[in-house]
């Protein structure tokens, strides 16, 4: 199962088809995917404060 394939199995990303390849899919966030990605950069942007921190 490829990482795109588990994506989607969550629910976090959806593929539609290429308009000018139809064989071809274009994975795209889907709103769970955006949530996750938006919490995953607030807390890479938090542990960067700590770090960085005196």
């Not at 959806?14 to 769970?32: F, K």
Request: no cysteine; net charge positive; proline share 4%.
């Amino acid at each position: 199962m490829s990482v795109i394939d588990r994506l989607e199995a969550r629910g976090e990303v959806r593929r539609t088809r290429n308009r000018d390849n139809r064989r071809q899919y274009v994975p795209s966030p889907a709103d769970e995917g955006r949530g996750t990605v938006e919490a995953r950069r607030r807390a890479v942007v938090e542990r960067a404060a700590r770090l960085t921190a005196g």
